[in-house]
């Protein structure tokens, strides 16, 4: 088992900046891909970025690519959300999420969910 906290969201003005951490427990916190989803009222959940067990491969949805950077700090058993240039349109609850895969996982493989943070950005 797994258990994962997000923290660090908030209300930004656009073009503004916040980083969500995700503080995982339970067990080994390095073994597993981790990543971070979206879902903003009225819409479906969708996939933000995600980060193999060791950061050295990761993956970000081209709605985001160039503006976030998703990392991970194994010591810390924390993984790292950092998003820049805000826009309206992020505004939704973010969650992070725990697959124990080797491969890119989808996201059925993710196994353990956080309870989300909500990220607000305004115009």
């Known amino acids: 088992q797994v258990q994962l906290v997000e923290s660090g969201g908030g209300l930004v003005q656009a073009g503004g900046s916040l980083r969500l951490s995700c503080a995982a427990s339970?067990?080994?916190?390095?073994?597993?891909?981790m990543g971070w989803f979206r879902q903003a009222p009225g819409k479906e959940r969708e996939f933000v970025a995600s980060?193999?067990?060791?950061?050295?491969?990761?993956y970000h949805a081209d709605s985001v690519k160039g503006r976030f950077t998703i990392s991970r700090d194994n010591a810390k058993n924390t993984v790292y959300l950092q998003m820049n240039s805000l826009k309206p349109e992020d505004t939704a609850v973010y969650s992070c999420?725990?697959?124990?895969?080797?491969?890119?996982?989808?996201?059925?493989?993710?196994?353990?969910w956080g309870q989300g943070t909500q990220v607000t950005v305004s115009s």
């Open positions: 999420a725990a697959a124990g895969t080797y491969y890119v996982p989808r996201e059925y493989d993710y196994a353990y």
């Open positions: 980060i193999s067990w060791n950061g050295g491969s990761t």
């Open positions: 339970g067990r080994t916190f390095s073994n597993y891909y």
